[in-house]
């Protein structure tokens, strides 16, 4: 069992930073793959960043390379998501997620999920 929950969301202006926290609870969380979905009104869930949790291999999605990074630092529980430069169409309800052992791209692969932080970036 893994609870998640995320912080650092709020309103930016477009070109602006933000970064994300996730803090994980229970002693599994070194053997999850880590990933950051963000869902915008009207559209699907998607995968924005994942990191493995054996080799900390990371992906990205195209919409996002150069301008997030993602990190996670096990002996605190926690994985982050730093996001510059970041454009109107980043704005979206950013989730922090996990799944036990390798990384898959697909949302329904994933177990636990936080409650979800807002991220909006105005023109």
């Known amino acids: 069992q893994v609870q998640l929950a995320e912080s650092g969301g709020g309103l930016v202006q477009a070109g602006g930073s933000l970064r994300l926290s996730c803090a994980a609870s229970?002693?599994?969380?070194?053997?999850?793959?880590m990933g950051w979905f963000r869902q915008a009104p009207g559209k699907e869930r998607e995968l924005v960043a994942g990191i493995s949790w054996k080799s900390f291999t990371t992906y990205y999605a195209d919409s996002v390379k150069g301008r997030f990074t993602i990190s996670r630092d096990n002996a605190k529980n926690t994985v982050s998501l730093q996001m510059n430069s970041l454009k109107p169409e980043d704005t979206a309800v950013y989730y922090c997620?996990?799944?036990?052992?390798?990384?898959?791209?697909?949302?329904?692969?994933?177990?636990?999920w936080g409650q979800g932080t807002q991220v909006t970036v105005s023109s």
């Open positions: 229970g002693s599994t969380f070194s053997t999850q793959t």
């Open positions: 997620a996990a799944r036990p052992g390798p990384f898959y791209r697909s949302y329904n692969e994933y177990d636990y």
